[in-house]
């Protein structure tokens, strides 16, 4: 079995420009790339699951997440990342589906998926609703907010 950083995207890997919809505003928090580089090298899977409700609340087309998500997996590369998966969920908070954080339904599809012991991973999101997920799940968690720097994120 193989261990994961299960990855929230906005607020901790980008910056949070709510309901984002141009790609040109997608910029990568300081030592984020730098910080997944180093994961990835000891062998952690790098997985994105984030909630997107903006396309369910309507404010913003499919299109342009999908615009705004391209651009950002192409910020990643162009400083060494690559991602093993994302996973989204669009729909609204009253939507009840099953994907929406603080639900595990997508962390746990990505362990089925990708072959990942959940008691070995951690969730990272700068939302109660990431740590959540992640505890939900079985994983390790850890609340990123504003006082918290990549650098000093040690598994």
């Known amino acids: 079995m193989r261990r994961a950083l299960f990855l929230d995207r906005d607020g901790v890997l980008m910056e949070d420009r709510h309901y984002m919809r141009d790609p040109v505003d997608v910029h ?5 790339a730098e910080a997944l580089r180093r994961f990835a090298a ?42 093993t998966a994302t996973y989204i969920c669009p729909h609204s908070p009253d939507a009840g589906c099953e994907c929406r954080k603080p639900s595990p339904y997508l962390l746990r599809r990505a362990a089925e998926e990708h072959g990942i012991e959940l008691a070995e991973s951690w969730m990272i999101g700068d939302k109660e609703s990431d740590v959540s997920a992640g505890a939900a799940a079985g994983c390790r968690t850890v609340l990123f907010r504003g006082d918290v720097s990549w650098a000093e994120i040690a598994l």
């Open 42 to 83: 000891e062998g952690w899977l790098l997985i994105v699951i984030s909630n997107q409700s903006g396309v369910g609340r309507g404010l913003i087309s499919t299109s342009e997440m999908e615009a705004v998500q391209s651009r950002f997996l192409e910020a990643l590369r162009a400083e060494g990342v690559e991602l």
């Open 28 to 32: 990568l928090i300081a030592g984020a």
